[in-house]
């Protein structure tokens, strides 16, 4: 099916123009972050039935909140207790400098989900005195305090001050550095007592190098030594989190009622099963189940998915997204599905690589209506699951792009100078204004449809055989298999991009990022370690240095400031190529030398002179180099019975409120 690219940009303004009519994206700012408001147009137009199915597995997805807390850190929800009752009972003066650096502090906590930044994963340095909160907590008193059993005032002090105060303790949620036990140096909640070697070789034993379907070893589980014996313990309904997995439950049984089809009923009542007996097998039937229901236009993740927060991407971390589809927006990636073979045989990696038949790859375009765990309040804005590549292969999967989150950050946006202050020229600058927009949502869409669903392992390939390595390298192959489709003849041959120079806003915008813009989130004297900002960073200094020769990519000083510049665009899409094959094949071949090679060699260093420059120039603008969001709140109307006659929804929730009322009403698992 081709549909002209008028129908697709038509399809694109209306959306955008849905979300206009004075909406305050804009909630609060603080340290290095901006929070934002998105809408869920289309919502009120959703039968009575499919609004009680989304407010359900919405409800289900605010009950993982604390999980998701724990993982990240064992002293964290104490200290998000601890903080919020000072905050919320402290009588003296609030504009004093040691209770404004607490309310700071408590909304870095409360964004990152626990002491530990989101993305440089660094523990937050407190702008209060250890006095001061020594004195605040004693005033709290015990029945204010999350107190183990037994745990006295002075007790619980002395155990929580140094995770707060002490910059050597805990103070990586998760060390990626080269050379160290990463296990030992992360401060994450998933493992405690062993050493990364122990775990290595727990789960080494456990895999069969022969089984065609492997389990997801370590997924739901945290790795524990008990009295000289590891032992996993396995998040399920009794077992670790039980509280917040019954209560995620018992509104999943609700959706249950409500479900769109018998086939979402299935895959709903399979993850009950799977929360309930914590099985991995159990886990599979439910992806391969919800990986292949793709009629429903209500759809939702929950669960123990994204692995970035395990320094040795295993286990999971707890995250939910509620969302509908955006019926307009889906024509493209509709579209994209439905080539996925074509652009499986035509990547440029080795045959032996390739699948030989793609199957069941569905692609949409989504609205987001909640967000929750991993995925709030700082989101991903394109989703592909499930991450199994065995069910992958034989089952297929889904891919969405979150358009109404992608259109609330370029409204947040407009005007900010950024582009004016970074962009080489107004060419570049007239490229990106006219297809920036279109091309950033195609590369998600590309990199979630078709990047993540490409390729296939070797027989025998362990799934974790690149290691610490492993996230970072699937996003350099999922960004490249969508950078280098991105200027192909055949999306303006199906009518997804309008001409032949449209790709050119999304490969200056990216190049830029990765070399240079991306780097005002880094700290100095820091190393990039976020798989994703190392990703971009290998794809773009690689193609800068072996694109040298020709000079594809220049750095060009201009009035003392440096900018960036693609003198060959054709050239820059073969290096990607090249770049590709490679990233393909040491997945392939499990080849984990040379995958911590090109993460080491293009991912890790950059140049400290542009840094500082880039931070200097980036500062004088006043943005937050990170952003995320308050959800919506969602009411039910009733009727005299109790029955639910409406579902309304409200955008108007500040950030300090909807944290604090989460913590109110969706916290099982605080003390």
Request: glycine residues 6%; hydrophobic residues 35%; contains cysteine.
């Amino acid at each position: 099916m081709v549909i002209s690219a008028a129908a697709i940009a038509m399809a694109t303004t209306n959306f955008m123009a849905s979300a206009q009519n004075g909406f305050n994206y804009n909630v609060d700012r603080f340290a290095d972050i901006e929070v934002l408001r998105y809408q869920v147009p289309g919502f009120e137009e959703l039968s009575l039935k499919q609004k009680k199915l989304v407010y359900f597995l919405t409800e289900a997805a605010l009950q993982g909140r604390d999980i998701l807390f724990d993982q990240n850190g064992k002293f964290n929800l104490a200290i998000r207790t601890t903080l919020e009752n000072i905050y919320t009972s402290y009588k003296g003066d609030r504009s004093s400098k040691d209770f404004k650096g607490l309310e700071k502090y408590l909304k870095q906590v409360w964004f990152a989900n626990g002491i530990h930044h989101h993305y440089s994963m660094d523990k937050f340095v407190p702008e209060f005195s250890n006095s001061f909160f020594t004195e605040q907590v004693k005033k709290l008193g015990k029945k204010n305090l999350p107190l183990a059993k037994g745990q006295s005032v002075d007790a619980f002090i002395k155990e929580i001050t140094p995770v707060i105060f002490d910059p050597a303790v805990m103070a990586k949620r998760v060390n990626q550095a080269d050379g160290v036990d990463l296990i030992l140096t992360s401060a994450c909640n998933l493992y405690e007592g062993v050493t990364q070697q122990e775990v290595e070789d727990f789960y080494a034993q456990l895999k069969d190098p022969n089984d065609p379907t492997p389990v997801s070893y370590g997924l739901n589980t945290r790795l524990v030594k008990v009295n000289g014996k590891i032992a996993e313990q396995v998040y399920k309904i009794g077992g670790l989190y039980s509280s917040a997995i019954e209560n995620i439950c018992n509104w999943l049984k609700k959706a249950s009622e409500v479900a769109e089809s018998p086939a979402m009923k299935a895959y709903i009542d399979k993850l009950v099963e799977y929360y309930t007996t914590g099985s991995l097998k159990t886990f599979d039937e439910y992806s391969i189940l919800w990986a292949e229901e793709t009629k429903c236009d209500i759809d939702f993740i929950n669960g123990f998915i994204e692995s970035y927060g395990d320094p040795l991407g295993m286990t999971g971390a707890w995250e939910s997204i509620v969302n509908f589809k955006n019926k307009q927006s889906s024509v493209r990636t509709q579209i994209i599905s439905e080539n996925a073979q074509w652009f499986e045989d035509n990547s440029p990696v080795d045959a032996r690589f390739k699948k030989e038949k793609v199957k069941g790859v569905s692609a949409k375009v989504i609205t987001a209506a909640i967000l929750a765990g991993d995925s709030y309040p700082a989101t991903p804005i394109g989703i592909n699951l499930p991450n199994a590549n065995w069910i992958r292969a034989a089952h297929g999967s889904k891919s969405v792009t979150l358009e109404n989150i992608t259109d609330a950050y370029d409204k947040a946006a407009q005007g900010n100078g950024f582009n004016e202050e970074f962009v080489y020229s107004d060419y570049e600058r007239d490229l990106m204004k006219k297809y920036g927009s279109l091309a950033d949502n195609l590369h998600t869409d590309l990199h979630e449809c078709l990047g993540h669903g490409s390729g296939k392992l070797l027989p025998g390939v362990d799934p974790d055989a690149l290691k610490e390595h492993g996230s970072t390298l699937e996003e350099t192959r999922a960004d490249l298999f969508a950078l280098y489709y991105l200027a192909d003849a055949k999306l303006v041959e199906l009518g997804i991009l309008p001409n032949a120079d449209a790709y050119k806003a999304e490969f200056y915008k990216y190049v830029m990022n990765g070399l240079m813009t991306q780097l005002t989130r880094i700290e100095p004297g820091k190393d990039i370690e976020e798989a994703h900002m190392r990703n971009r960073h290998i794809i773009t200094e690689w193609a800068y240095e072996k694109g040298k020769a020709d000079n594809v990519i220049e750095f060009v000083k201009r009035d003392g400031k440096t900018y960036l510049r693609i003198n060959d665009y054709v050239k820059l899409r073969d290096l990607f190529g090249q770049l590709l094959a490679e990233v393909q094949r040491i997945k392939s071949e499990g080849d984990y030398a040379a995958g911590k090679k090109l993460v080491e060699d293009y991912g890790v260093k950059f140049d400290s002179a542009l840094h500082t420059e880039v931070i200097a120039r980036y500062s004088k603008l006043n943005i937050a180099p990170y952003k995320g969001f308050v959800n919506p709140v969602y009411t039910t109307v009733t009727d005299a019975k109790g029955n639910i006659t409406d579902v309304k929804i409200d955008y108007t929730e500040g950030y300090v409120d909807q944290m604090l009322r989460y913590s109110k009403h969706y916290s099982p698992l605080t003390r």
